[in-house]
């Protein structure tokens, strides 16, 4: 049966994998429209607006990182 | 090869009367780089284009649409054909073969609006309700008879065009070809400084290569040109980097981000190196970088412009490095290769050696390892960069007291006994970096952490390709297969487009994310760009 401190745990890696998500999402969101709008008027710029569009996907990795080490490394040394 | 080719400026001065035969050798060896002339002096006039440049311009115009209608834009010429009649026959020949082809098109295009109206009508059906007089009504029903007559007639036509196409095709490539580039020799004059009597040409053109311009110019010209080296440093020398060709395709991912500037390192080298690397460590799966060369193998000769070509050989490279990183971890489309055949070990190595989804871990910290290894790299070329440019002090305080900052770092997680004395050496760092780099470096030492950090990308982008290849693979064989014929194709239905998905997937986001770690994390080490690309007279555009 699991305690209490596993079920933080897990909640928490829940969260930072969620709420950095969204958060990505938000940026991307205005990126992409961002560049949508630009490709629109040149086309050529399609590679380099695909580039930027993913550079706020850092925040999730970050927060997959955070929920990683929480579940390998905080939670097994329990 | 990693540095720029040592570039000396010229002038090549001669008199007009062998101004063409100068610009014809200097456009066969492609070897200066023109600096345009702004008509800025007293007494030198911008000069005029060669004739016959407007008929042959005529002739490109045509030539063009055809390539155009034909569809044979990424078509490449015969460079070997080089005699073309430019006579009458030439041009009655040209004219006769648009109009043929144009008349052909506006056929068809005609006979393809009428087929869908006849559609729509046919759709209506009953006309009769429609309460027409006879004669209408009897021409409609001629119309949608004529249905049949007109669907032959239309694949008549794009028989026709086909011939016409494997007819012409390499006459109108080669003829488009040619007259660009005559056109181009035509119109250099007006990047040029004249008088009355002589030309300047003023350029940059690679060192080693002066002395053989010079001879070939005089043997040309009966010695009636003269060049000069001018010993001028000035802004705006164009970079040319020679990079081995097998390694071509990845100047273009340095030029998407910034040519590089005359006086620095250029990382095409390393990254052609660490960019499938990373690559492979992201999508990593025997499976997948199998589909993946198998795709790069198929497009390839589907689609030849310039731009694919390098795009295809950059990926080429990455499927070897997934498919290297597929047995490194032991996948095949998300399955466990080396349990599913019985293989323990090979030669007293454990396989697999890392599972991804059982070596979380190690692999995270492999991936941060990765990290510190690839920004140190770019700290050193910032060294080199810095040295050659401003000398060994400021060197020293840029960017070996980032090397020392970044590895402090690592001591206070790696040894957390010896905070102290860590701390001391980071502080003793952390001045020659203010030194180096005023007070706001400081701030740049949590973006230090945060790059260091963006590596574990490395693991994380696998393992959600790894994750969803795992559940359809999951869904697949423990719920559909089992369960009667129906489920079975339904199984197989979703095996097939769940991993296609998923490696399209798989092949943007390792490409996207592997590429930034080198912009981003990489190249702000060291990389300055906003240079000059070295674009020689004779090397037109799409070639670049």
Redesign the interface.
Known sequence: MADLTTGLIALSAALAVGLTGIASAIAERQIGSAAVGAMAEKEELF??A??LT??P??IV??G??VA??LL??VLPGL | MLKPKKMNKVLIVGSKDVLESTINTLYDLKIIHIIDYQGSEEGFEIGKPIKKTSLFSEYVLSLRALKDVLNLSDKSADREMKDFEFSKEFKERLDHLENEVMKKRKKLEDIQILLSDIEKIDDVGELKKLGLSEDVNSIMLDLINSKENLIKEKQELEDELKHINEEYRNFIVTAEDFLSREIEKAETPLRLATTENTFVIEGWMPSDNIEHAREELQKSTGDKVHVVELDEVEEGIPTYVETPKPFKPFDTLVDMFSTPNYDEVSPTLLIAFTFPLFYGFMLGDFGYGLSLFGLVQLLRRKMHSTGWQSLLNMMSYASYFTMFFGLFYGEFFGAEIYHTLGIDSVAGIHLPIAHRLDEIVPLLIASVGIGVVHITLGYVIGFINVYRKEGLKHAILEKISWIGILYCIIGFLLFPDYTYPIGGVLVVFAVMMILGEGMIGLLEIFTLISHLVSYTRLLAIGLSSVGIALAINKIAFDLLLPNGIFYAILGVLLLVMGHTLNLALGIIASFLHSLRLQYVEFFTKFYKGGGVKFTPLGIRNEEV
């Open positions: 590679g380099k695909l580039l993913v550079i996907e850092t990795i970050f997959l990182a990683l080490i390998f490394v």
